[in-house]
């Protein structure tokens, strides 16, 4: 879920600096802590002056301003290292570096915290295409096995993009992981981790989410909190599952609940973020979701992990040579007996 913005917002954000602020005289109160013991030492005298500098900037309104271009660093910098003083198209070499370093562990942690690919789930298949737009991405998707046969699958988008975003997505990961028991039905879980997620951000931010809950029967329980509508695919046609809630993070306390649905076998769900229906050619066209109803249709017979893959190339067809410009997950979930 991409935030536009055609130019550099100076003005001063009052949630992020405030949060900022009060981290930085933390750090100030922890270094001068340290001070008397490391009189000497030049890490710790220079953080001080950096903290004050910084400290001294939001004073003085010039706070998130790069010192180079004076544009505004993006906010992601600023949330991971208030002390930066250049937006990213005007580091030096070695934060350059240092900035390429930190990406890729953070890539690695973020494939980590993903399911395993082309699982089968007690009756059930299930695939997904997980492609980040950057080095990282804000999209989340995740799979929570059950020992009695059941299982959840949650797909979601955080509004924004970058570093910012996928600290949010491990924190819904974590979030649902901490708070999922073996009873609760999805509606349940998302009105339990809505005042969660909340607290854990500013008012900025927000997540769209889906969480269902499939058992070997046949039944699935589903709730959408804000999320693109997810599609039923059956032999009689394809049809989407409504939205049940707002999306998370908008307010603490929100109404919440469940679809259920009765899938036969070899009917799917097909869950997606809108890095697939808004998608755009050189045009400016939106893949949309006519089309990906049209293709799904055409194509419904074949197993998820070649749906996905067939999809993907109709896409590349119909954006030819234009970039993408989100994170991208799809998921498909399949009953096989």
């Keep these: 879920m991409e935030h536009i913005q055609t130019q550099p917002d100076q003005s001063p954000n009052p949630v992020r600096d405030g949060a900022l602020r009060k981290q930085l005289l933390a750090r100030r109160q922890k270094l001068q802590a340290l001070a008397p013991e490391h009189s000497q030492a030049v890490p710790v005298q220079r953080l001080l002056l950096e903290v004050d500098a910084a400290l001294a900037r939001m004073d003085g309104g010039t706070f998130g301003i790069c010192e180079t271009c004076h544009d505004a660093i993006e906010d992601d910098r600023l949330l991971g290292d208030p002390l930066c003083r250049n937006c990213l198209d005007h580091l030096s070499p070695a934060e350059q570096r240092t900035l390429e370093r930190d990406l890729d562990l953070a890539f690695q942690i973020q494939i980590g915290l993903l399911p395993k690919p082309d699982v089968a789930i007690h009756g059930w298949t299930l695939a997904y295409h997980y492609e980040p737009r950057g080095p990282v991405s804000g999209d989340y998707c995740d799979l929570i096995m059950r020992d ?57 931010h927000f997540a769209t989410v889906v969480c269902g809950r499939i058992g070997s029967g046949g039944e699935v329980q589903i709730c959408n909190a804000g999320h693109p509508l997810p599609l039923h695919v059956c032999t009689g046609g394809i049809s989407s599952i409504e939205s049940t809630g707002m999306p998370l993070g908008l307010f603490s306390e929100g109404n919440y609940h469940s679809l259920t649905l009765n899938l036969a076998k070899g009917d799917s769900l097909l869950l997606y973020t809108d890095g697939l229906t808004e998608s755009s050619n050189n045009a400016g066209e939106q893949y949309g979701v006519g089309r990906l109803h049209e293709f799904v249709e055409q194509q419904r017979d074949l197993r998820p992990k070649e749906l996905i893959g067939a999809l993907l190339q109709d896409l590349g067809r119909f954006r030819s040579q234009a970039p993408g410009h989100d994170d991208l997950t799809v998921m498909i979930i399949q009953r096989d007996v």
């Design 148 to 204: 009695n046969g059941a299982a959840l699958f949650f797909i979601g988008d955080v509004m924004g993009k970058g570093v910012a975003a996928s600290m949010l997505m491990a924190q819904l990961y974590a979030i649902f992981r901490s708070l999922a028991g073996p009873e609760h039905l999805p509606h349940e879980l998302i009105a339990r981790a809505n005042p969660v997620f909340c607290e854990g951000t500013d008012s900025s």
